[in-house]
């Protein structure tokens, strides 16, 4: 009985040990997978509770030619359909030509849609097209916040008003006075949201609002969790994290890459109207480029970092090669870092949104830094001095 005790010891110590060795490396995990839900969560609340970002993305939708094409084509679509064209241009013609006006109308409209598109391309119009996106949006995030009054005139609906638009096509083509009066109060309107879908909204957008802090926190937590319990084998866990977090950068990249020719499949099975999707996609989803390009930039560093700090020959090399620098002129090797990571700034996506993290990757670069100088200096110091090999 007396020899099973330090068994049973052992064993017990054994046991308290263990999970040290695959806890670790389930909270990397476990972050990894949080991670790519926070980096979509954040990239939906960029570009749909964004004003300043849905309108710059709608501006460029419009400068892309398959989408003005396409938006062309619904125009003079809703032209036709609301005002009676034949009859307007009956009015124009001579007394011996006016039995010519159906077919002349109907002739004309694939010519208006050519017209149209370069009306589109216009300053002036595409101005009329960003305000009218930056109102929709506008009364939508007014009435997410409760702001129900904004939207009596369209009966509760989030709709884009393209009503001006059709107006400028139409007296592009000479359409004017009672004609125009034709136009039906919900002529080039577009309903994005019905006022039965809003309180789901409603209530989606405030978890979503409150997830895009709380997932970025709880990934750094469970990054930092996971570090701290990997005793001894805390670089192994910290390169780990980099590569968890290079890998999600990049599978939000390839999602971001492929899903598109899936959703216009999806959407539409109209051949003409393929491009017009894939370009909207593009547009809409750069957001989610930046944020996995931003993501990939980090995990980058992450990587970086725990290989200049571990064992392998390159690393130690690289140190000792520092050491004088690090030990003598700790000014530099603090300007070098800002100016690398003035680089990241400058060269990366310029959301504004971006600042933020970023400021947490500095904060990180900076202590990282001050770790690596005196661990060097500890590991390489001057002559004379006793080194002391870390462990």
């Given at each position: 009985?007396?020899?099973?005790?330090?068994?049973?010891?052992?064993?017990?110590s054994?046991?308290?040990?263990?999970?040290?060795?695959?806890?670790?490396w389930?909270?990397?995990?476990?972050a990894?997978?949080?991670?790519?839900?926070?980096?979509?969560?954040v990239?939906?609340?960029?570009?749909?509770?964004?004003?300043?970002?849905?309108?710059?993305?709608?501006t460029q939708?419009l400068q892309?030619?398959q989408?003005?094409?396409?938006?062309?084509?619904?125009?003079?679509?809703?032209?036709?359909?609301n005002v009676?064209?034949?009859?307007?241009?009956?009015?124009?013609?001579?007394?011996q030509?006016k039995?010519?006006?159906?077919?002349i109308?109907?002739?004309?409209?694939?010519a208006?849609?050519?017209?149209?598109?370069?009306?589109?391309a216009?300053?002036?119009?595409?101005?009329?097209?960003?305000?009218?996106?930056?109102?929709?949006?506008?009364?939508?995030?007014?009435l997410?916040?409760?702001?129900?009054?904004?939207l009596?005139?369209?009966?509760?609906n989030?709709?884009?008003?393209?009503?001006?638009?059709?107006?400028?096509v139409?007296?592009q083509?000479?359409?004017?006075?009672?004609?125009?009066?034709?136009?039906?109060?919900?002529?080039?309107?577009?309903?994005?949201?019905?006022?039965?879908?809003?309180d789901?909204a409603?209530?989606?957008?405030?978890?979503?609002?409150?997830?895009?802090?709380?997932?970025?926190?709880?990934?750094?937590?469970?990054?930092?969790?996971?570090?701290?319990?990997?005793?001894g084998?805390?670089?192994?866990?910290?390169?780990?994290?980099?590569?968890?977090?290079?890998?999600?950068?990049?599978?939000?990249?390839?999602v971001?890459?492929?899903?598109?020719?899936?959703?216009v499949?999806?959407?539409?099975?109209?051949?003409?109207?393929?491009?017009?999707?894939?370009?909207?996609?593009?547009?809409?989803?750069?957001?989610?480029?930046?944020?996995?390009?931003?993501?990939?930039?980090?995990g980058?560093?992450?990587?970086?970092?725990a290989?200049?700090?571990?064992?392998?020959?390159?690393?130690t090399?690289c140190?000792?090669k520092?050491?004088?620098?690090?030990?003598?002129?700790?000014?530099?090797?603090?300007?070098?870092v800002?100016?690398?990571?003035?680089?990241?700034l400058?060269?990366?996506?310029?959301?504004?949104q971006?600042i933020?993290p970023?400021?947490?990757?500095?904060?990180?670069?900076?202590?990282g830094?001050?770790?690596?100088?005196?661990?060097?200096?500890?590991?390489?110091?001057?002559?004379?001095?006793?080194s002391?090999?870390?462990?």
């Open positions: 009985m007396a020899e099973s005790a330090p068994v049973a010891a052992e064993a017990h054994h046991s308290r040990l263990a999970w040290r060795s695959w806890v670790p389930t909270l990397v995990v476990l990894a997978v949080i991670g790519l839900a926070a980096a979509l969560n990239w939906v609340k960029r570009q749909a509770l964004s004003t300043d970002n849905w309108t710059n993305s709608s939708l892309n030619d989408i003005r094409g396409a938006l062309s084509v619904y125009l003079v679509n809703q032209l036709y359909t009676d064209v034949p009859a307007a241009l009956e009015q124009r013609l001579p007394p030509a039995g010519l006006a159906a077919p109308a109907g002739a004309l409209e694939g208006a849609v050519q017209a149209t598109d370069a009306v589109l216009r300053p002036r119009v595409q101005e009329l097209w960003k305000q009218a996106n930056r109102r929709a949006h506008k009364a939508f995030i007014a997410l916040d409760g702001k129900h009054e904004l009596v005139s369209t009966n509760g989030v709709v884009l008003d393209l009503r001006p638009l059709v107006k400028q139409a007296q083509f000479g359409l004017s006075g009672d004609r125009l009066k034709q136009l039906p109060p919900d002529a080039g309107q577009i309903v994005i949201m019905k006022s039965s879908q809003l789901t409603r209530r989606s957008v405030k978890v979503l609002r409150v997830l895009s802090y709380f997932l970025l926190f709880l990934v750094l937590a469970l990054f930092a969790a996971a570090v701290y319990l990997a005793r084998r805390r670089l192994r866990l910290l390169m780990g994290c980099g590569i968890s977090v290079l890998l999600v950068g990049l599978l939000i990249l390839v971001r890459r492929y899903a598109g020719g899936y959703l499949d999806a959407l539409t099975k109209n051949a003409d109207s393929k491009d017009a999707v894939k370009a909207t996609w593009a547009i809409e989803t750069n957001l989610l480029r930046n944020v996995g390009i931003n993501t990939v930039v980090y980058i560093g992450i990587i970086f970092a290989w200049i700090a571990g064992a392998s020959r390159a690393a090399w140190r000792r520092l050491a004088p620098t690090m030990r003598d002129h700790p000014v530099i090797v603090y300007g070098a800002a100016l690398a990571l003035f680089i990241v400058i060269t990366g996506p310029t959301d504004a971006r933020f970023l400021l947490i990757l500095f904060g990180f670069a900076f202590a830094t001050e770790v690596l100088r005196r661990r060097t200096e500890r590991e390489f110091p001057a002559a004379g001095q006793p002391v090999r870390a462990g």
